[in-house]
């Protein structure tokens, strides 16, 4: 991450400016920066549980799915940059000047909401890390829990101290962020070869996995056929996968670009005073910083979890606890419930443990006959607890910028580690909240409703800001840049819009909320849409007339 001074940074830009694309990778290496942030806060919980079950339900058909999520994500994330870096303007008040303040104090709402909701699992995952893959001799009891989740805190508020501090101290506040995305990669790629070495990686299988195939996004994997066909209902076997299926790809879109990384964007570029000068870069920065470690992260969760739990049985239901007991898991039970049969016979029984969801825990445990103890329970948590870590600090981070906005008070560090400490203080409280869950990796339901929901305000505002002539004047992009622009960004809304409105209409209930939630839901992101729409139609109807 880069630490020069901002004219420096321009005689390095302009000197690579004519040259070829090697040339200018090195440059913008040592000038990354911002995308660095955006990695260690996607790397987080809400990834590695989508991962985790995408392994399990699809094998290594989907290996594609969560690398096209980040992209659409990407492709928003730099139209931002490109407003923040023309404008060179903090993108609030933007937002509230040119569009409407209702879309600003919704976008700044819902990424302190965001940022809040999301930073309780990563908590969670965290101490789980500890008493589960790293320390286990602490136990699972109250007391550890408090000394753990008071770690983490105090370490995140002082990262993010060093972010506020000038010279040496945001120095090392990169380096540390920096080295964290790096060791959660290596962590999880280290299990990967691990799991190589010992055979148990279909390479043939992962590669074909990783060529888009729209086929699997609606059908059960080839392994369930035959168990399908044998079960007491096949229909609805089909139809439970394939929900379940679409379960893990909202999941993965809504966790791949979350609307507080929006924010954190145009805010971390401004702090290191970019301009339109820097607009390569920060596709660049983009692209090494994000999607490099978002994909070799993920795609080792997948391949690890596919290789040891997709349609497989034996560490739910095996030959021992079928033999000891005619009493099924609960996780088992709670999915023949639903199938309604009165006679649920083998097929039945066998399918319902294949699709039963396994956390970091189970998993760690999975590959320790493979991988050893060494790779599988200490690197393999040091990576998991990196996670949670890193995106607890970010989180942190982002909510400190977020209350200056709120209170108008911009570069005040009193308000930045207040807005910190209220993020830090509500996560520490996610492990007693939320107790032991069924899959401790796993978002909580709330979450993913609250987080998968909010994501079009943002994306829907900043493809407004990219046509808007009042907003970026002679910068605004002409002819086919523009189209492609626009099809790009309609793209990536409408797919984050679909998903919204999915996780509203599909999820509302199941988080506790009642029915009428989700049509006031609904209500809300169509009346934002509507007024944004509005006023940006009649900004550019006076300036034309002009």
């Not at 420096?8 to 660095?36: C, F």
């Not at 993108?91 to 509230?96: H, R």
């Amino acid at each position: 991450m880069s630490t020069e001074p901002p004219n420096r940074e321009l005689e390095i830009i302009e000197s690579v400016a004519d040259k070829g694309p090697l040339a200018k990778a090195r440059a913008y290496t040592k000038l990354s920066g911002p995308g660095w942030l955006q990695g260690a806060i996607t790397l987080g919980g809400g990834s590695l549980a989508g991962a985790l079950y995408l392994g399990v339900i699809s094998g290594f058909n989907l290996m594609w799915l969560q690398p096209l999520a980040m992209v659409c994500g990407i492709i928003m994330l730099s139209a931002i940059a490109y407003v923040t870096l023309s404008t060179r303007e903090r993108p609030f008040g933007l937002i509230n000047r040119h569009l409407s303040p209702l879309l600003g104090w919704s976008w700044l709402i819902a990424t302190i909401m965001a940022n809040i909701v999301w930073c309780m699992p990563q908590f969670n995952l965290g101490r789980a890390a500890v008493q589960q893959n790293l320390i286990p001799a602490v136990g699972e009891g109250t007391a550890s829990t408090v000394v753990i989740c008071l770690v983490l805190l105090v370490v995140a508020f002082l990262v993010n101290v060093a972010y506020e501090s000038e010279g040496k101290g945001l120095k090392a506040f990169e380096i540390i962020l920096k080295t964290m995305v790096g060791i959660i990669v290596i962590s999880f790629f280290l299990v990967v070869i691990a799991l190589s070495v010992n055979g148990a990686v279909p390479w043939g299988r992962i590669f074909a996995g990783i060529v888009p195939n729209p086929s699997h996004l609606f059908n059960p994997a080839p392994a369930y056929a035959e168990l399908i066909a044998q079960s007491s209902n096949p229909d609805w076997w089909n139809g439970k996968i394939a929900s379940d299926q679409l379960d893990i790809i909202i999941t993965a879109f809504g966790t791949a670009v979350g609307i507080n990384m929006t924010f954190l964007l145009p805010y971390s570029m401004l702090r290191k005073k970019w301009g339109g000068k820097h607009r390569g870069l920060a596709i660049f920065d983009l692209s090494i910083g994000l999607f490099v470690p978002f994909f070799l992260a993920t795609g080792c969760v997948v391949i690890a979890s596919a290789s040891q739990f997709h349609a497989q049985t034996d560490d739910i239901w095996g030959a021992e606890a079928r033999a000891a007991t005619a009493k099924l898991p609960a996780a088992m039970q709670k999915t023949i419930d639903s199938l309604g049969s009165e006679e649920p016979n083998d097929a039945d029984k066998m399918l319902a443990a294949m699709l039963v969801k396994r956390d970091n825990f189970q998993l760690a445990t999975a590959l320790q006959p493979l991988a050893g103890k060494a790779v599988s329970q200490t690197i393999f948590g040091i990576g998991v607890f990196g996670m949670a870590l890193s995106t607890i600090i970010i989180l942190m981070l982002i909510n400190g910028f977020a209350f200056q906005e709120l209170l108008g008070q911009p570069g005040n560090k009193a308000i930045y580690l207040m807005g910190c400490m209220i993020a830090g203080f509500a996560g520490a409280a996610g492990p007693f909240i939320w107790g032991n869950a069924e899959a401790k990796a796993a978002l909580a339901v709330p979450t993913s409703v609250i987080g998968g929901s909010l994501i079009p305000i943002a994306y829907f505002t900043f493809l407004l800001l990219m046509n808007s002539r009042s907003t970026l004047g002679d910068k605004l992009p002409k002819g086919g840049k523009r189209v492609l622009w626009n099809v790009l960004m309609i793209g990536a809304t409408g797919i984050a819009s679909f998903g919204s409105v999915w996780v509203l209409m599909n999820k509302t209930e199941a988080a506790g909320f009642p029915g009428l939630a989700a049509k006031l839901g609904l209500g809300f992101l169509a009346l934002l849409f509507l007024v944004g729409l509005l006023t940006f139609l009649a900004k550019e109807r006076r300036l034309g007339s002009r």
